[in-house]
């Protein structure tokens, strides 16, 4: 089955130390996305990607960083720099709009695929 | 001023009821509408979408856009207690982009 696996489902850190999270997808898209979500305040873009090797800042990005070296992979290390990290962080992907606006072949370009979640606790 | 506007709730309703929910913009190049659906400590799942102004339907499920008056709406008729979730809207620019704009999303409750 194809899907996004994000793991570990809960972590746990002390404060000062920089944690990674992973994200893996076997649905062969372009685009990755991180989000972060808080009670009340939806979700919100820190990182996203459209293709390896490349990503850009999302609204959100101070204290995080990210890398794309393979197209099924978008890890997001939270740094100590983070000043306030406990949160919910969803990984996401799509398959990537054209200029035109049409999907590189799939049939809902514009849906975003989650996965399940990693529960991140700063003590 | 946000961009996407949506009332968190909670909203509690019998079962059978026909639920409303309802989200505001303010950037009218939006022209993907999206309803997520996310499950407690879950992901957010695709419920419906709609593109530009109009009606969809799905089962029980409509989603209405009014673009005139920058507003979407989520029906949802007899409600069931496993419609329990919290609903976001979600909106895309569309051509050209993919960046994603999510409301706050409002949590729903159906008592058996």
């Known amino acids: 089955d194809g899907g996004i696996t994000q793991s570990p489902k809960y972590l746990f850190r002390k404060e000062g130390q920089n944690v990674t999270l992973s994200c893996e997808q076997n649905?062969?898209?372009?685009?990755m996305y991180w989000y972060r979500q808080d009670p009340g305040q939806g979700l919100r873009l820190i990182y996203y990607?459209?293709?390896?090797?490349?990503?850009q800042k999302g609204d959100i990005a101070e204290g995080y960083s990210v890398s794309r070296e393979k197209k099924e992979s978008f890890p997001l290390t939270v740094t100590s720099a983070q000043k306030n990290p406990t949160a919910f962080y969803l990984c996401a992907s799509s398959a990537r709009l054209g200029l035109a606006g049409r999907g590189s072949g799939f049939r809902r370009p514009y849906e975003q695929y989650f996965g399940p979640g990693t529960r991140l606790t700063v003590t | 001023q946000k961009e996407v506007e949506q009332d968190p709730g909670p909203l509690s309703v019998p079962e059978g009821a026909i639920v409303s929910l309802n989200c505001t913009y303010s950037n009218s190049a939006f022209q993907y509408f999206m309803w997520y659906r996310q499950y407690s400590r879950k992901g957010p799942e695709l419920l419906m979408y709609t593109y530009s102004s109009g009606n969809k339907e799905d089962g029980r499920f409509t989603a209405q856009v009014d673009k005139s008056s920058k507003y979407i709406s989520l029906f949802i008729r007899d409600s069931q207690p496993s419609d329990s979730a919290t609903y976001l809207c979600a909106m895309i620019v569309g051509t050209g982009g993919f960046k994603t704009i999510f409301g706050a999303g409002t949590r729903l409750f159906v008592k058996a």
């Open positions: 990607s459209q293709i390896v090797n490349d990503f």
């Open positions: 649905l062969n898209h372009d685009a």
